[in-house]
């Protein structure tokens, strides 16, 4: 159901501004890591959950990785995450 939405969603005015690709399998998008974003004072905050019972090593397209900060854990963000169960990113970007 979920793959049958994802075109929808994209064609509807501003789409998805953030996707999170699988990091191995770049193709595809990752399931059970749910994400909410918000432009605010000029940079992208993006809330990041992992809802799998296994790690998950994703790249998030549409968050610039310049200046990608964790505002949780105060570290730099590269361009591959790797979130364990139920951990949370709060990523801001410019």
Not at 18 to 45: I, Y
Not at 79 to 93: G, H, R
Request: charged content about 25%.
């Amino acid at each position: 159901m979920k793959q049958g939405i994802l075109p929808i969603l994209d064609d509807l005015p501003g789409g998805r501004p953030v996707k999170l690709k699988l990091s191995e399998s770049p193709d595809e998008e990752a399931f059970g890591v749910e994400w909410r974003s918000v432009t605010f004072n000029g940079r992208r905050l993006v809330n990041i959950v992992n809802y799998n019972k296994q790690a998950v090593s994703i790249i998030p397209e549409g968050i610039s990785t310049t200046d990608r900060i964790d505002l949780i854990t105060n570290t730099e963000v590269g361009q591959v995450l790797t979130i364990d169960p139920l951990e949370i990113y709060l990523i801001s970007a410019l």
